[in-house]
């Protein structure tokens, strides 16, 4: 598979950084295209203390890349700004209420913008990972536009009935959720089954 993980200004960077993690090690995944905002590198560094956007999947791999390759959010020339390479699809995580009003309402002002579109247009899968609280109305229309439009509405809204011992733990299986929806179930992922 050839996915699209972009970043940006909301909370919940260890999200991502588990996301990029699984993705770099699952032997489905070819190649992945990371698209940071500018915006998403003041959350990294307050939240996971990476700072700038050099060498920045290094940092959240803990090592080098393999798969991921990082492209300018200001890069609308980059391939995935086009219907015509073949992405499997575009995750968005977290999602900001700025992109998700950016893609609900068709912008494409940025690559991050522009390659949602794209998977909309070719009715290709795309999950926002959207991330606020409270919702203004703005937000919730925002979000109806979305997925009117075709795409997957996946909130950052981890789940607790596995007793994750901690953040990462957290952020392993609620990724793990994200790429079972896409059709990359993953080993270790919590499966609830009460009767037995
Ligand atoms: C530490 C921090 C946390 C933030 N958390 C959120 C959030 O959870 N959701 C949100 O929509 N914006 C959040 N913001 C604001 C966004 O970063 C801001 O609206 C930004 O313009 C989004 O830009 P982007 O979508 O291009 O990344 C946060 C900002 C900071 C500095």
Not at 99 to 112: F, Q
Request: charged share 20%; with cysteine; hydrophobic share 45%.
């Amino acid at each position: 598979m050839d996915l699209t993980i972009a970043i940006t200004g909301a909370s919940g960077a260890v999200f991502c950084r588990a996301m990029l993690c699984a993705l770099e090690v699952d032997a489905r995944v070819s190649r992945v295209h990371f698209v940071p905002s500018e915006n998403s590198l003041r959350v990294l560094a307050e939240e996971l203390g990476v700072a700038g956007r050099n060498g920045l999947l290094e940092k959240l791999l803990g090592g080098p890349a393999k798969k991921c390759v990082q492209l300018s959010d200001s890069d609308i020339g980059a391939s995935i700004a086009s219907g015509s390479h073949p992405s499997n699809g575009m995750i968005v995580l977290p999602c900001s209420m700025g992109t998700l009003a950016a893609i609900a309402n068709g912008l494409a002002n940025s690559l991050i913008a522009r390659a949602a579109d794209v998977a909309l247009k070719e009715r290709r899968p795309l999950v926002l990972c959207v991330r606020e609280t409270p919702f203004n109305r703005i937000h919730l229309r925002n979000m109806t536009l979305a997925a009117e439009a075709g795409a997957t509405i996946f909130p950052c809204i981890p789940a607790f009935y596995n007793h994750p011992v901690d953040s990462d733990e957290m952020a392993r299986q609620f990724v793990s959720r994200i790429l079972a929806h896409i059709g990359l179930p993953q080993p270790g992922a919590y499966i609830w089954k009460p009767e037995e």
